[in-house]
Nanobody, 114 residues
């Protein structure tokens, strides 16, 4: 079955970097559009970034443009989110999502705090 497993979250100071990873299985990853979402405490889940199946088109929410980079490795069935210059407002649980199947991962928690 479709499975998404995120990893890479943690507690970091403002200005630091983290790289999130999402390992996919149970479907043809190389044909699938992929997205990252996040949900901050007390807020609704919001879209963060998306990448097309071949990685040739990427989009970001305005608040992370220039700081976050989404990428994928179709040989490893993995989608990544490189997060630089992290801010306290980036604190959230980050989720991997495959729209084609409407499936979410379990999430990985990112906390940015001094």
């Amino acid at each position: 079955q479709v499975q998404l497993v995120e990893s890479g979250g943690g507690l970091v100071q403002p200005g630091a970097s983290l790289r999130l990873s999402c390992a996919a299985s149970g479907f043809t990853f190389s044909s699938s559009f992929m997205s990252w979402y996040r949900q901050a405490p007390g807020k609704e889940r919001e879209w963060v970034a998306s990448i097309t199946s071949r990685g040739d088109n990427k989009n970001y929410v305005d608040s992370v443009k220039g700081r976050f980079t989404i990428s994928r490795d179709n040989a490893k069935n993995t989608v990544l989110l490189q997060m630089n210059t992290l801010k306290p407002e980036d604190t959230a649980v980050y989720y991997c999502y495959v729209p084609r199947f409407g499936r979410w991962g379990q999430g990985t928690e990112v906390t940015v705090s001094s």
